[in-house]
C-alpha cells in the first residue's frame, strides 16, 4: 500500500556527484522522518543522513560538509545530494521513512518503510 521508490544511482569518478532521489507512494497520512542508509559489502547497514518533517538534519561524521539531504513534503520525496564522492561511500543506499497510511478506514503507523536500494558506485 505504501512504496518507497529510490532512484539516481550509478557509477562515478572520485571528487565526482550524484543526486538521489526516494518517492513514497499510497495512501499516505504523514510522513515524519525520511533517512538514507548505505550498507558496503561485508559491512553492516549505517546511517548517513536523515530529516524530520520540519527540516531538522542528522548527518554521520563521515560525510559532513560533502552530503546535503532534503525533501520536498508536497512531493513525499527525500533527496541526497552527494558531492566529492569517494571509494568509500561506494555502497547500496537505501532510503528509508517513517510513514503513517490508511489501511481501508484505519490509520497506521509504520517507522522502518525501507526502498529497494540503489547502487553507488566510486571509482578511484
Known amino acids: 500500500q505504501v512504496q518507497l521508490v529510490e532512484s539516481g544511482g550509478g557509477l562515478v569518478q572520485a571528487g565526482g556527484s550524484l543526486r538521489l532521489s526516494c518517492a513514497a507512494s499510497?495512501?499516505?497520512?504523514?510522513?515524519?522522518?525520511m533517512g538514507w542508509y548505505r550498507q558496503a559489502p561485508g559491512k553492516q547497514r549505517e546511517l548517513v543522513a536523515d530529516i524530520t518533517s520540519g527540516g531538522s538534519t542528522t548527518y554521520v561524521d563521515s560525510v559532513k560538509g560533502r552530503f546535503t539531504i532534503s525533501r520536498d513534503n508536497a512531493k513525499n520525496t527525500v533527496y541526497l545530494q552527494m558531492n566529492s564522492l569517494k571509494p568509500e561511500d561506494t555502497a547500496v543506499y537505501y532510503c528509508?521513512?517513517?510513514?503513517?497510511?490508511?489501511?481501508?478506514?484505519?490509520?497506521?503507523?509504520?517507522?522502518?518503510?525501507w526502498g529497494q536500494g540503489t547502487q553507488v558506485t566510486v571509482s578511484s
Open positions: 499510497g495512501r499516505i497520512f504523514s510522513i515524519r522522518t
Open positions: 528509508n521513512a517513517d510513514i503513517r497510511y490508511y489501511s481501508g478506514s484505519s490509520l497506521y503507523t509504520n517507522p522502518n518503510y
